[in-house]
Antibody, heavy 123, light 109 residues
Framework: QVTLRESGPALVKPTQTLTLTCTFSGFSLSTSGMCVSWVRQPPGKALEWLALIDWDDDKYYSTSLKTRLTISKDTSKNQVVLTMTNMDPVDTATYYC???????????????WGQGTLVTVSS | EIVLTQSPATLSLSPGERATLSCRASQSVSSYLAWYQQKPGQAPRLLIYDASNRATGIPARFSGSGSGTDFTLTISSLEPEDFAVYYCQQRSNWPPGYTFGQGTKLEIK
């Protein structure tokens, strides 16, 4: 059974750095083809992809946010960590981690999601 | 960067009716498109991948079609639990990344 769970602070101040941890089970990020990603959703708005890390430690970031994001993994702990620097009130959102699955035909999709964690940026 | 545009923004229908949701890509994504359902307070759930394949456990009333730039999600006969927000999603090879549409809210009429 695949599960993912996000953890981190519920409240951060402007200019601070946010650190979120995704703890997962039911699969290994050392298995070829496996990826874990972060997606966020401001209240009442659409989903926005942030970053992903794959089994080979390759990392990819949203073009608009890449200067602020760092993603890493600890395979032994089954964890993926996302840091986002210089937080602003517009970064207030629910942050999800999700597993990415490669389909037989070569597409990539988010097949399992955590429940999300709401992060509010306010002084 | 590929942009996904969903229409309509809101769709008001009654249980038992047929729902047709559209997703248009700014350039071809072949058949590499997915649909997700999101209910209030919940994470998105994968419904359809590779444009037309139902994910595990998804009822047969959900179907997807299309290729290239125009895609459709059809719910053949709406159940009360189907009223939610639906997103389409694609993956770009370059720059590598993922994009979502802005969503279609399916509400009870």
């Amino acid at each position: 059974q695949v599960t993912l769970r996000e953890s981190g602070p519920a409240l951060v101040k402007p200019t601070q750095t946010l650190t979120l941890t995704c703890t997962f089970s039911g699969f290994s990020l050392s298995t070829s083809g496996m990826c874990v990603s972060w997606v966020r959703q401001p209240p009442g708005k659409a989903l926005e992809w942030l970053a992903l890390i794959d089994w080979d430690d390759d990392k990819y970031y949203s073009t608009s946010l890449k200067t602020r994001l760092t993603i890493s993994k600890d395979t032994s702990k089954n964890q993926v960590v996302l840091t986002m620097t210089n937080m602003d009130p517009v970064d207030t959102a629910t942050y999800y981690c999700a597993r990415i699955r490669r389909s037989r035909d070569g597409g990539y999709y988010f097949d399992y999601w955590g429940q999300g964690t709401l992060v509010t940026v306010s002084s | 960067e590929i942009v996904l545009t969903q229409s309509p923004a809101t769709l008001s229908l009654s249980p038992g009716e047929r729902a047709t949701l559209s997703c248009r890509a700014s350039q071809s994504v072949s058949s590499y498109l997915a649909w997700y359902q999101q209910k209030p307070g919940q994470a998105p759930r994968l419904l359809i991948y590779d444009a037309s394949n139902r994910a595990t456990g998804i009822p047969a009333r959900f179907s997807g079609s299309g290729s290239g730039t125009d895609f459709t999600l059809t719910i053949s006969s709406l159940e009360p639990e189907d009223f939610a927000v639906y997103y389409c999603q694609q993956r770009s090879n370059w720059p590598p990344g993922y994009t979502f549409g802005q969503g279609t809210k399916l509400e009870i009429k």
